[in-house]
């Protein structure tokens, strides 16, 4: 089993940063890739960006491309989620999970965090 446990959420003008932090405990942390989905209200959860076990493969989906940057520490056990030129629709619950295929597919991760809220105001 892995334990995960997002950090960071809050509320933040458009343009704005926040940094989410997603702490893992249980197995061993480096085994798993790590990817972070978002759900808005009455969205579908979808892809937001993964990371490798090792951390030298990221992917990203579109519409977060360029103002999003993921990472981890495997020494500290955390994934992170820099979020920088936040607008209006990135607001949602963001998601941690892990997996250990390489994959953007939800339903291919095993353990899920239980969300943090991110909300962009004008």
């Known amino acids: 089993q892995v334990q995960l446990v997002e950090s960071g959420g809050g509320l933040v003008q458009a343009g704005g940063s926040l940094r989410l932090s997603c702490a893992a405990s249980?197995?061993?942390?480096?085994?798993?890739?790590m990817g972070w989905f978002r759900q808005a209200p009455g969205k579908e959860r979808e892809f937001v960006a993964r990371?490798?076990?090792?951390?030298?493969?990221?992917d990203y989906a579109d519409s977060v491309k360029g103002r999003f940057t993921i990472s981890r520490d495997n020494a500290k056990n955390t994934v992170y989620l820099q979020m920088n030129s936040l607008k209006l629709e990135d607001t949602a619950v963001y998601y941690c999970?892990?997996?250990?295929?390489?994959?953007?597919?939800?339903?291919?991760?095993?353990?899920w965090g239980q969300g943090t809220q991110v909300t962009v105001s004008s």
């Open positions: 999970a892990a997996t250990e295929i390489v994959t953007v597919a939800a339903s291919r991760y095993n353990y």
């Open positions: 249980g197995r061993t942390f480096s085994r798993y890739a």
């Open positions: 990371i490798t076990w090792s951390g030298a493969g990221t």
